[in-house]
């Protein structure tokens, strides 16, 4: 049974720092770009970072652009979300999700294959 497992998430004071992870169970991330969302309350869910498979490239939206960072351990089949200076209004579930290929293409949610159940990240003082 395929599963993605997130982790990491938390209470945090704004201008902190959170890791969150994504661990793949019963697939090989050496396959699979990986997506990470968000979805605040009332909000639609966003993506936020996607990496290639090789680690080699990454993106990322603009509004976590230079304080979040994306990352990869393909041997632990894991993907990692490094979020620095967080502000209130990244608070929100981070979902990781797995779409087979190479690279990234976007964040429709049509193109990923599988969802983890997400992990709360709630930025307040």
């Known amino acids: 049974q395929v599963q993605l497992v997130e982790s990491g998430g938390g209470l945090v004071q704004p201008g902190g720092s959170l890791r969150v992870s994504c661990a793949a169970y019963?697939?090989?991330?050496?396959?699979?770009?990986i997506g990470w969302f968000r979805q605040a309350p009332g909000k639609e869910r966003e993506g936020v970072s996607c990496i290639s498979t090789s680690g080699g490239s990454t993106d990322y939206a603009d509004s976590v652009l230079g304080r979040f960072t994306i990352s990869r351990d393909n041997a632990k089949n894991t993907v990692y979300l490094q979020m620095n200076s967080l502000k209130p209004e990244d608070t929100a579930i981070y979902y990781c999700?797995?779409?087979?290929?190479?690279?990234?293409?976007?964040?429709?949610?049509?193109?990923?294959?599988?969802w983890g159940r997400g992990t709360q990240v709630t930025v307040s003082s």
């Open positions: 019963g697939l090989s991330l050496d396959y699979y770009v």
């Open positions: 999700a797995a779409a087979y290929g190479p690279s990234c293409q976007g964040y429709a949610p049509y193109l990923y294959h599988y």
